[in-house]
Structure formats: structure tokens, C-alpha cells
């Protein structure tokens, strides 16, 4: 079974004091643990950005790549070895706007990823633009006539037939703990939004703004498979945003319709030129 | 005698042009022949003009001819685009119901072959087929030998589809038959003893050799003329354990592959210029995580979506520069088809030995043309994966350095889930941990590193191909797919007394300049052939080796260059 000293940093961490990111990572590394996986088990992809920094700060085996690309080595890298646990980190930048495609993509797919959004609705690395979860009207400096119409990207992964949705709030880090747990333990993607103030750049969205307005779904009647009511809830922004999963279905798993992996996974698999004899008939 | 025949199958998009002059190859290869078999089409579904173009000879082929012993016409236009290139003696085998050609001259062959397939199997679509049984009738070959093709092509489609072809064709070598003054049978016959030639494209010999290589994972987004590459490795590959990915874009394409070799396996891409343009970070993503990636460039001619069915070599500069940063690469660009086979796996030889991207360059030409050649030796492939870590002798994952700074640039890899390794690479600049660093000596320690890997790379290109002849004037220089064409423009003008060598490159990158300097420093006339506006090579030759190159004969028309295209022009622009 790990220990905290198991999921310590790596090296030291760059997040300003008071970051969501300190909470974010807590919650992470408490759901490793209590599911006992060992760091060598675990595959984290990231980005670029304040959020994707977090591998760093903590022990797995770790891919940072480029910004917005993260759910495409994931893919490439669960296909490979299916038997990883592959989480995935990005803030608002990286998973809604830059790799929106592959998010829709990866959604449809079905693959078993955890992909964890820190969505702090700024832009935190390149200090302070609107980010496409930046309220409408939010004025920054590549925005000085206000932000436009912001993303919704709860409804825009029920639309895309996402089969794990769940909503966080870094100020409550046993409740994110769980969605953690759920969202890996889910057989196919999981896309966990996590609502992170950020204390440099967003001057709106504080823990003050959120703690006045979350609340928990599991806190009244909510049937997880209930996908009409589920946009229903995905529509609640403003004075009650509702944190907890929204929305939960079984559905074919990418990697299990694939025959190469039938016997091992692919990274075992022996290279063996003589074996396409009979492909090289076809040509004769 | 030299045994050889130029036919052209002509017609409409849609009307199985491609599909029956396969069959006629694959007939002709089964006959002994050597067979080389080029088409143009054009970027459409229905209509239009398209041709597939198929050379005989008793000896190897490598590239087409454009002068034509017989025309199929399917149409009017192959007859009024083609006319012009038939031999003395050539004829054109004519339906004129469907041409709306009516003419009695010698050089028609007047074939009702929507007719003879209309009374034979109740389906006119079958003409095609009538044609290919005229041919192999005037060729004088046994029926037998498309028959069985036949059987082979169609037995997907069932039955009653292989015994009408095998009805209408036979109909057709019947009539052919029956005019013995259109006989072809002086010109070609069948050769035995040379069952073990295969009839394969560029775009298949490549995913074939990829598979052969190791290769198990694929992604791509269809674009042609790569297209075929992911199709060939998506359907066979199921039953090889291999996984082609159809992603939404090239950029997820390119980052999965990246992500499949990091965790372990041969993985590449497939694209054209367009889709390559879009892999660019994910290219320079690989130089710097240190991840072998193979990725074929079919060209085609630009800029963006330019010519999309047609062929160019426009693309050597930006498959030389592509991606942001410093970081080495290998460039491979086979002459043949026989070479891309054996170059794609040593392209994932070299990627995972030296741990880097290598770009196989080809073009529309090359992955389109057909060509006879040897049954591929398998028992004499050689896999080579580098420097691998025995992630089970490793204590403690906290030991293993993913990026260790070695002599040779070379750091051993371990895969993410062996035992007890942390396997930690960075798009960031990063330190030998593969954690992310801001300081100026790690920085340099690792963009060095990365960099050595390019001496280690340069010993194991081959050589380019040089071919000498005594009292040379001249010195023909190309590379990649006009390495069949050059040669022959070489030989044609032998026969007019001019003696040219043949300098080809094939193994671009590392730039081989010894051996580039020592070819071209004997004072012949240098003339480079490429298929672009800008004689990309001549000034990448320049560059390397500080040699001019005298004259250029460029073409970037979308269209493949042909020896008598080559000779026409040096004699006229350069003698």
C-alpha cells in the first residue's frame, strides 16, 4: 500500500501560495492511495499550463507534452498498455479551448482515461486572458470589451455522450477525493471539472464567489443516468452551481473493441517479420 | 530481343479503370513479365479522365513510358488525349458505341466491347473486362492466366460476379482472337521460371514493410496519397495485432503515435503536406521527449491544397525544417518500390536506435505505381530497438534517468509499467530525470545530448546511388522517385552517344556530403532533375558540399517525369 511519501514531489513546486492547484493535488494523491495503485502503475499526461505542471509534483510515470494535445498521447498511450492507470491534467485553456477537438473526440471514444480539468477561468501561465470558461463579459487584457459567451462544458460533454461527468470544487477536497475514486474506477472516460479559484488572475470567481453558490448533488434525490435531467443541471450557473457527478453510464470501452489486445497488452507483444508470409501471398 | 509493351487503359472515373488494370498487371506478372503500372486520376468520384498506364519488358522496370503500343479507350477523350502517343504500328482498341469514335484507319481496332459484355453476361459495366480479355487474346497468352486472376480479384464479391468476369473476358479474348492482324504476340510472351515476383504499389510496400518492421501502431486522417497506407494497415493489421487509428485530425494523429512509442512499440504516421503541416509540433515533440516516431510524407503539389491527386517533390525543405527547435532527424526518400519496403524498416531502426523522428519521403508517383519486383526476403529483416533498460534489474524506479546524458546522445529507454520504473519525459526543456528545468546548463547539457545522436545517425545512411560511365560529360542528379526515370533518360542517351552518370540520392539526412563532394568533383556538366520550381536538392547540395549545380531541369506540373521527357529537355536546354 503507498504512503504520502510515495506520492511526495518530485521537485519544488511553482504554483503561487493559495493556488486551488495545492487542494487539487492533495485530493489526487489521497484517491491514489486509498486505491492503493503504486506510482510505476500510474501514467499522467499533461499539458501546458499552471494546472499540468501537477505530475511534477507528485510521483508516476509522467508524459508533459504539448498544450492541448494531452488526450491524444494518452490514447496512443493507454491503446499500448491498457493495464496503466491513465490520468490525464489540464486547465481551462488546454482541455476547452486548444484541445476541444480531441476532448469531443476522446469523449466519443470511450477510452478509459481520467481526464481532470482545472478550471479556474483564466489563463494562469501566460498571466491573466480570458480563458473559453472566462464569464461572459470578463475583461482582460486580450479581451477589453469583455469576454464572449463562455463555454459550457458540462452540456457540451453530455452532447458528446461522455459516460463519466463529474463536477469538483477545489475548496472541498474530501468531496473532489471521491469523484476522483469514481472517475477512475469508471470503466471508459471520465471527465472530472474541477472549479479552482485562481488567486492571481481571476478576480471574480474567488472561494468567497464559489463557496456562496455550490452545492452538492448527492445532497437530494439525483438519478446519475438521468441524462435529460443531467443537462438540465449542466444549465445551473450563477446563484447555485452544482457540484458531484452529473452524469454516469456503461458504454462500450474503446480499447476492448480492439482485437490487437485480445492476448496481452501491445507493449509485450514480440516483433515477428515471418509471421506476414501469407500478406506477401496476396501480392503474388 | 528486349520483350515490351506500353498499354493505357483510358476512361471515366467510376468506370473500374484502376481495378481492371490490376488485374491486366497481376495477369502480365503471373506470365513472368516485369511490370511497371502508373495511373492518373483526377480528384473526383464520377467522370473525368483517368488512365492507369501498364509497361511489360522481359527486363527489371522502374518507371513508365509514354509511348504507347495499344490505348484502351473507354471513352472519347482517351482516345483524343492519347492519340498522340502511340508508336508506329501502335493501334487503339476502340468500342466506338461508347467513344463516339467511328473510324476505319489501321491503327483502330474497333472492339464493340459494351456489346460483347451486353450479349455474353447482361451487364455492359463488364466492357472493361472485355478489354483485358482482348489483351491478353492479342497478347496470345493462355486464358488460364487471367482466369485465375480473375478468380483471386473477385472472390469477395462472390460467385456470380467471378464467373461473369471470367464470361465477359473470355468473350473478349475470343474476338481478339479472331483478328489476328492487331496480334501482340511478337512484341511480348510469357517467361517462365519467375514465380516468386510479387506485383505491389509504394503506399503497400510501405505498410507492409512497416508491419514486417514491428510496426504496431498506426493513427491518421485520411489524405491523399497517403490514404491507402492507413487503409492497407487498418484492415490487414487486424489480423496481426496491429492498431491504425482513425483520429479527428493529424495533430491527434501524430500525438498518438508519439504517446504509443513512449509507452513502448513502433508506432507512425501517414500523411500528404497539408496533414504534415498540422503534425509539425507534435514532429518537434518527438525531438525533444525523445520518442521514435516514423512518418511518411506522401507529397503532392501545393501550396495547400494545390493538386491533390497528382505528384510533386516540393516538400524536401519542409521535411527538412519542419517542426520548431533544434533536434535531429533522418530523411529517407526510396528510389523505388522495392526500397520503400527495406526503408521503412530501417526508418524504425534508426527512430528507435537514435530515439528521434525519421520522415520516409515520398510522392503521389511513387505510392500510386506498381511494380514487379522480388518476393521480400522476411527471413532477412533485421530488427534493431536500441538501447532498452531491463526495467526488472532496476532496484528502485527513483534510479532510472530517462534522458541521461551519454557520449553518444544516446539514453537508454525503459517503458512506463515495467517494473518499479518512473519513466518522466517533457515537452519542457528538462533535466536527465525528465523533470522540467529553467537553467542554462542543463538546457545546454540536453540540447547537445539530443544533437551528438546526429553522428552516430550519419554512419549508418547508406550511400547515394552513383552509376559511372567512361568519358562522362554529364552528371544527371536527382533524388527519391525519379530515380527510375533518370536512370533511363541516362541510358537513352548512351544510345545517342552521350555519356551521362547518374548521381541519386536516396538517404537524404543526415546530408551525405563526402560522398556527394567526391560524385560531383570530376567536371562533368551537373544537371539536377527534380519535381519542384526551386531545385530544392541543388540547393541543399550547395549548401552541404558548397558545389553549384550548372543546370536545372525542373518540373512541378503535378505530373511524373518520363526518360524521353528527361533526354528531351537536356538536349534542348542544356547540349
Not at chain 1, 503561487?16 to 489526487?28: D, S, T, V
Not at chain 2, 506485383?199 to 507492409?208: K, P, Q, R, S
Not at chain 2, 527471413?379 to 527513483?398: A, H, P, Q, T, W
Request: proline content about 3%.
Amino acid at each position: 500500500m503507498p504512503t504520502e511519501k510515495d506520492y511526495a514531489e518530485s521537485i519544488p513546486i511553482a504554483w503561487c501560495p493559495g493556488c486551488g492547484n495545492f487542494a487539487i493535488i492533495k485530493a489526487l494523491r489521497k484517491t491514489l492511495i486509498e486505491l492503493d495503485i503504486e506510482p510505476n502503475q500510474v501514467l499522467f499526461v499533461s499539458g501546458i499550463g499552471q494546472a499540468p505542471k501537477l505530475p511534477h509534483y507528485t510521483k508516476g510515470n509522467v508524459f508533459n507534452g504539448l498544450h492541448g494535445r494531452t488526450l491524444p498521447v494518452a490514447t496512443g498511450a493507454k491503446i499500448v498498455n491498457h493495464k496503466l492507470v491513465v490520468i490525464c491534467i489540464d486547465g481551462d485553456g488546454g482541455a476547452y479551448g486548444e484541445g476541444i477537438g480531441h476532448l469531443l473526440a476522446a469523449m466519443r471514444r470511450n477510452i478509459d482515461i481520467t481526464y481532470m480539468v482545472h478550471n479556474n477561468q483564466v489563463y494562469g501561465l501566460t498571466k491573466g486572458q480570458a480563458s473559453p470558461t472566462s464569464d461572459m463579459g470578463f475583461v482582460t487584457r486580450t479581451t477589453p470589451q469583455g469576454a464572449i459567451q463562455s463555454l459550457n462544458p458540462l452540456a457540451l460533454a453530455l452532447a458528446s455522450d461522455v459516460s463519466f461527468l463529474a463536477r469538483g470544487f477545489a475548496g472541498e477536497i474530501e468531496h473532489l477525493a471521491t469523484l476522483l475514486k469514481m472517475g477512475i474506477e469508471h470503466q471508459g472516460f471520465s471527465l472530472i471539472d474541477i472549479l479552482q479559484p485562481c488567486v492571481s488572475f481571476n478576480y471574480k470567481n474567488t472561494y468567497q464567489w464559489y463557496r456562496e453558490r455550490v452545492y452538492k448533488l448527492e445532497d437530494q434525490t439525483y438519478d446519475l443516468s438521468d441524462k435529460l435531467n443531467a443537462f438540465k443541471k449542466a444549465q445551473e450557473w450563477g446563484d447555485r452551481i452544482p457540484i458531484g457527478v452529473i452524469y454516469k453510464e456503461e458504454r462500450q470501452v474503446y480499447e476492448k473493441q480492439l482485437p490487437a489486445l485480445k492476448k496481452m497488452i501491445l507493449a509485450r507483444q514480440k516483433i515477428d517479420p515471418l509471421l506476414f508470409e501469407t500478406l506477401l501471398d496476396e501480392f503474388i | 530481343m528486349v520483350l515490351g509493351l506500353n498499354i493505357l487503359i483510358g476512361g471515366e472515373a467510376g468506370q473500374g479503370i484502376q481495378s481492371l488494370g490490376i488485374i491486366l498487371a497481376r495477369t502480365m506478372t503471373h506470365g513472368g513479365l516485369h511490370v511497371f503500372a502508373d495511373q492518373d486520376y483526377e480528384s473526383r468520384v464520377r467522370g473525368g479522365h483517368n488512365f492507369f498506364r501498364v509497361r511489360l519488358s522481359d527486363k527489371k522496370l522502374s518507371t513508365f513510358s509514354k509511348e504507347l503500343d495499344v490505348l484502351v479507350a473507354l471513352n472519347r477523350e482517351t482516345v483524343t488525349i492519347h492519340d498522340n502517343e502511340l508508336r508506329d504500328g501502335g493501334f487503339i482498341i476502340n468500342d466506338a458505341e461508347q467513344t463516339k469514335v467511328q473510324a476505319n484507319e489501321k491503327k483502330y481496332f474497333n472492339v464493340p466491347m459494351g456489346r460483347i459484355a451486353e450479349v455474353s453476361v447482361k451487364n455492359k459495366l463488364m466492357s472493361n473486362t472485355v478489354a483485358v480479355g482482348a489483351i491478353i487474346g492479342l497478347c496470345g497468352f493462355d486464358f488460364s492466366l487471367l482466369e485465375n486472376v480473375l478468380r483471386k480479384e473477385f472472390a469477395r464479391h462472390g460467385e456470380k460476379i467471378v464467373k461473369d468476369n471470367i464470361t465477359a473476358a473470355q468473350a473478349g479474348f475470343i474476338y481478339a482472337q479472331d483478328h489476328s492482324e492487331y496480334n501482340l504476340g511478337h512484341k511480348i510472351h510469357t517467361v517462365s521460371g519467375s514465380a516468386t515476383r510479387i506485383l505491389i504499389n509504394g503506399n503497400e510496400a510501405l505498410a507492409l514493410g512497416a508491419m514486417v518492421g514491428g510496426c504496431k501502431f498506426i493513427a491518421g486522417y485520411p489524405m491523399t496519397p497517403a490514404t491507402s497506407i492507413l487503409e492497407y494497415m487498418a484492415t490487414k493489421g487486424q489480423d496481426y495485432d496491429v492498431v491504425a487509428v482513425h483520429t479527428e485530425d493529424e495533430i491527434a494523429a501524430v500525438n498518438m503515435a508519439v504517446g504509443a512509442s513512449y509507452t513502448g512499440i513502433r508506432a507512425m504516421v501517414a500523411t500528404s503536406g497539408g496533414g504534415f503541416c498540422l503534425m509539425e509540433e507534435g514532429l518537434s515533440l518527438a525531438g525533444i521527449t525523445e520518442t521514435p516516431l516514423v512518418l511518411v510524407l506522401a507529397q503532392r503539389p501545393g501550396p495547400a491544397t494545390g493538386l491533390p491527386t497528382r505528384t510533386e517533390q516540393g516538400d524536401l525543405w519542409f521535411a527538412l525544417h519542419a517542426g520548431h527547435g533544434e533536434f535531429p532527424r533522418a530523411i529517407l526518400a526510396p528510389a523505388t518500390v522495392d526500397e520503400a519496403f527495406h526503408m521503412i524498416i530501417k526508418a524504425f531502426n534508426i527512430a528507435e536506435k537514435y530515439q528521434t523522428p525519421v520522415i520516409i519521403l515520398t510522392d503521389h508517383y511513387l505510392a500510386t505505381s506498381y511494380a514487379t519486383v522480388d518476393r521480400f526476403n522476411l527471413s532477412e529483416v533485421v530488427i534493431d530497438r536500441g538501447d532498452l533498460v531491463d526495467g526488472k534489474k532496476l532496484s528502485n524506479g527513483k534510479d532510472y534517468r530517462r534522458h541521461i546524458v551519454t557520449d553518444s546522445g544516446i539514453s537508454p529507454r525503459a517503458f512506463p509499467g515495467q517494473n518499479n520504473v518512473l519513466v518522466v519525459t517533457d515537452s519542457d526543456e528538462h533535466d536527465e530525470s525528465g523533470h522540467m528545468i529553467e537553467d542554462a546548463e542543463t538546457r545546454n547539457l540536453q540540447n547537445l545530448k539530443r544533437l551528438r545522436k546526429l553522428t552516430g545517425m550519419k554512419a549508418v545512411m547508406n550511400s547515394p546511388k552513383i552509376h559511372k560511365v567512361s568519358g562522362a560529360e554529364l552528371t544527371l542528379i536527382g533524388w527519391g522517385s525519379t530515380f527510375g526515370a533518370i536512370s533511363e533518360a541516362a541510358a537513352l542517351l548512351q544510345e545517342d552517344g552521350i555519356a551521362a552518370n547518374v548521381l541519386h540520392l536516396a538517404e537524404i539526412w543526415p546530408f551525405p556530403e563526402e560522398a556527394v563532394t567526391s560524385a560531383l568533383d570530376n567536371g562533368t556538366k551537373k544537371i539536377i532533375i527534380e519535381g519542384n520550381a526551386s531545385a530544392q536538392m541543388a540547393q541543399l547540395i550547395r549548401r552541404e558540399t558548397g558545389i553549384i549545380i550548372d543546370n536545372y531541369i525542373l518540373k512541378f506540373d503535378g505530373r511524373s517525369f518520363s526518360p524521353k521527357d528527361i533526354v528531351d529537355r537536356i538536349k534542348k536546354e542544356v547540349l
